[in-house]
Each structure stands twice: as C-alpha cells, then as structure tokens.
C-alpha cells in the first residue's frame, strides 16, 4: 500500500487525519533511527524554536543534526505548501535565531520538512528554491508522501493498529525479520535495567493474575466453574434425584451445563450466580480455597514476599494489583511482617506505610465476616457488573487501573494479557505515554504444541524453531502496542530469579 492510499484511509476514518499522520510518524521514525543507530528526539525544543522531532546525528548521508517539521495538507496545493514553510521560518519571533548570529544565534545545519503530499520533482525544485535566502544559514529538505513509502512497508508492524490495511506487510516483515536475527526478542538485560529502576525509585506496581493462585492449590476459572457447578446441583436438583447419581454422573451433568453455557465465561458465571442465590458467597469461598496448598512453602508466594518486603529508605514495591478474589497475598504478607490493606471499593484508602493490594475484580477473603460488602465486589462474577467496568471510564477499578499505567512502571505475574478490559486500559494509557513501559512475563511456547499437528511430513528442525520464533515475534509486536514489553521464560519457577534480580 502507498503512502497516498494510507493517507486516503486515514481521512476516511479519522476526523482529524493530521493527527493520524503524525502519529504513523512517531511510531515509524523511532524505529528507523533504532536500526541506524542514530538518536531522535521529539518534541525538541532549541531556545525559542521547537521542532516535531531532531536527528540528533544525521540520518543516512546526512551527517549532521537535522531539525524537522511535519506538515500535513488535506490537498496539494504549493503557494499554499510555501506560505507554511515561510511562515515557520519567517516567524518573528524565529527570525532572532534563524537570520541572525551572535546571542541566542542557532548553528542549523538542516532542516527537514515532511509534507502528505505528492510532489514532482519540479514542484520540489520550485519550493526549494522559494528558501534559497536561507542557504547560508542552513539547507531545507523536503520528504514527500512517496518518499515515506519505503518507510510505511519496511516498517508496517508498527503502526497496524493505525493502518490494518498493512497486516499483511506486516506479518512479512516480522517473519523476515525473525529470520534474519537468531534471538528475536528485545534485549532482555534493557528490561531488568528498567524494572530495577523502577523498583529502586518506589514507582513499581505488581499485577497479579491466576497463576500466583493456581500455583498455590486454588483451581484455575475453568475448574472454579465445574466445582460450583456441582454444588449448583446438589443445591438445585430434589433430593432424590440428588441420591440417584454418583459422582460420576454429577461430573458429566456438570459438564453438560458448562457446554450450554460456554458462549461467555461470565455468562457462566451469571448462570451460577442466580441458581445459588444467597449461597453464592458461601459456595465460591469453599470451592475457591478447598485444594490450598502450604504457602509456606510455595516459592512465587515466598519470592512475592522478598519482593514485597521494603529496602532500606524506600518502599519498593508501591502497590499490587490483584485479578484473584483470594487472599492468599495478604496471608503471606501478614506472616512476614508486611503491613498491607485490602481495597476492593472506592471508600478504601493504604495508609503510607501499607501497601495496597488492588482487588479490580472482587475480593473473597478466607473469613469473609471480617469484610463488608463483599458480593458487590466481585465484578468477575456478575455479568452485568463486567459490563459496567467495560463502559464507564470512572468507575473506581478502571480510573485504579489507569492511573497506575499511566503513573509507574507495572510488572504482570501470572497473568496471560488477554483480558479485554486490561488490553482497553493499557491501550488508552499507551495514548498518552506513547512508550511501552511495561513488562508481562510469558512462557515461550514449546515447539512441540507445532509438531504435534503433523502425522506425516514433518518440517525440518531448523524451520520448525523459525516458525516458534516468528510466533513469539508477533506475539511482542501485538503486546508492544498496547505498552507492554514481553519477557520470556521457559519454566514458571524462572519467576523467582526474576523477582531477585529486580530486587538485588
């Protein structure tokens, strides 16, 4: 796709296409420079002057610093195209740093103008020499829409997201690229460097999903639904027909109205809320904590524990964010000495010397009579609640959510990153910040989940080992546009070296 159908689509969809525009740029650029080895910076300011972007050393021939202007017209018009370009150097307040040496003098070497128009090449000769007055003082350069076309297709996986037509440009180049480099996820050693910062400055924020739980005996979503499914029958069905089944039996019916219901996991969710009524709490708390293991000696809940535990004239870790409605964080924490505060509404507030821990989807601790309020908290598990958190932006979970994304530097913990609301949350906060600051931990995916597809004709190993790489490619480009940096690893118990290396 050219440069010329891009800006088409855009003025299509978007109200404001400038901004779009602009937007692809910023996304491309970096990424350019990345590869040259070169610096940009954006937004750059140079005495009065402030440019969209400088190279701060040159970019290709061009050897020395280039300041640079994007300027997006909806239609080509040149006495129009020059007026602009005349106006920025001929401002008034410009003209100190652009006409002039001595105090406040600006030694520019270049100045780059992109414009979304395509031009031929009289028309650039006829802007170009429009600025020969300025030849002793710097050389103006001018990109057309057709000169960002190389940039739009070897760069397309970065702004798919603006641009969806690219998917296919996209994948290509990610699979190329795969191809081309041995290890191709970011630097791993960057990572750490950030996440210790971050943890050093009391700015990190812990996210916890079901892994952390599941790993402590507590049953994943799925078998939460088929336990309490049972216990739906067993509440629900007369009681002769309850004594006519076996366990067996009651597992298999379990299953059938799990399938009936396997449209939404919160559909389930509702379908088992009704059905227990007032029981509900009661039920989910047995099921939810009947396979608890010893924590004691559960080594993420005792590497959460270090983490957790302040270094000397710092907090570290500023909050927790936990998806799980147990308690099993604040039990550890408790043993070791951690002052900590459940919140799980909008009238609960960690004093300075606790650390919060966020339950966005509901709390449901051990001994529930402690806690008022409970049922309304868990949002996971009313349909209508989840619909709730998902249209209104103010609602306490979300504006938590955000604030943290937007604020600190967040590390995801057994979680998978494909809850829908957390993908809008991240997404909204990328918006703004425009960097990916954030870290999720995955495991690689086994190539055996590949082979195991073919009966017969088996692709060789070396192309097998490229497909998994180009595999989890996509998956770091998919995740980075929501703001999230991968890191992988090939063992779950990889988890508490992370968290020493954070930490030490």
């Not at 400088?54 to 640079?68: H, M, Q, R, S, W």
Request: aromatic share 10%; with cysteine; charged share 25%.
């Amino acid at each position: 796709m050219k440069g010329k159908d891009i800006l088409k689509k855009l003025s299509i969809r978007s109200t404001n296409p400038g901004v779009r525009f602009e937007e692809i740029l910023r996304k491309i650029l970096p990424q350019v420079m990345k590869d040259q080895g070169k610096p940009i910076s954006f937004n750059f300011k140079y005495g009065f002057l402030t440019f969209d972007f400088v190279l701060g050393k040159g970019y290709e021939d061009y050897n020395k610093p280039i300041f640079a202007e994007i300027k997006y017209y909806r239609e080509k018009k040149i006495n129009v195209i020059t007026k602009s370009i005349d106006v920025f150097l001929g401002h008034p307040r410009n003209k100190v740093h652009l006409w002039y040496s001595g105090t406040g003098h600006i030694n520019l070497n270049y100045i780059l103008f992109i414009v979304s128009v395509s031009l031929t090449e009289k028309e650039r000769q006829t802007i170009l020499d429009r600025f020969k007055l300025y030849v002793n003082k710097f050389e103006i350069i001018i990109w057309d829409i057709d000169d960002l076309d190389p940039l739009f297709q070897d760069y397309a996986e970065y702004i798919i997201d603006l641009v969806p037509e690219l998917k296919d440009q996209a994948v290509k180049n990610i699979v190329d690229k795969s191809l081309e480099k041995e290890n191709a996820n970011a630097d791993p050693e960057l990572h750490f460097k950030n996440l210790k910062k971050a943890y050093e400055n009391d700015d990190l924020i812990l996210f916890l999903g079901a892994g952390v739980s599941i790993g402590a005996g507590l049953p994943s979503w799925d078998g939460l639904m088929s336990h309490l499914l049972l216990s739906l029958i067993e509440k629900k069905f007369p009681e002769d027909i309850n004594t006519s089944l076996n366990d067996n039996q009651k597992g298999k019916i379990a299953s059938v109205l799990k399938s009936l219901n396997i449209g939404s996991p919160l559909q389930a969710a509702r379908y088992i809320n009704s059905g227990l009524a007032d029981k509900f709490e009661n039920e989910v708390s047995k099921v939810l904590y009947r396979g608890l293991g010893d924590l004691d000696n559960n080594d993420l809940l005792n590497s959460l524990v270090r983490v957790c535990t302040p270094p000397r004239a710092g907090i570290g870790i500023k909050a927790i964010t936990n998806y799980n409605f147990d308690d099993l964080i604040e039990t550890v924490l408790e043993k070791a000495g951690i002052k900590n505060l459940p919140v799980y509404n909008d009238s609960t507030f960690p004093g300075k010397e606790e650390i919060g821990i966020y339950h966005v989807h509901g709390f449901l601790p051990q001994d529930p009579e402690k806690f008022e309020n409970l049922k309304e908290s868990l949002l996971i598990f009313s349909e209508e609640n989840y619909h709730t958190i998902m249209s209104e932006p103010y609602n306490w979970s979300n504006l938590t959510q955000l604030n943290f994304f937007r604020e600190n530097t967040c590390l995801f913990i057994g979680q998978s990153g494909t809850d829908p609301n957390l993908r809008r949350l991240l997404e909204i906060a990328k918006q703004r910040t425009k960097k990916s600051r954030h870290y999720i931990i995955l495991k690689r995916t086994n190539r055996d989940l590949f082979m195991k597809e073919f009966k017969s004709d088996m692709p060789n190993d070396k192309t097998i080992n490229a497909i998994v790489e180009v595999h989890h490619k996509l998956q770091e480009v998919s995740f980075d546009q929501i703001g999230l940096n991968i890191i992988w690893i090939d063992n779950y118990n990889e988890i508490d070296g992370i968290l020493n290396r954070v930490k030490n």
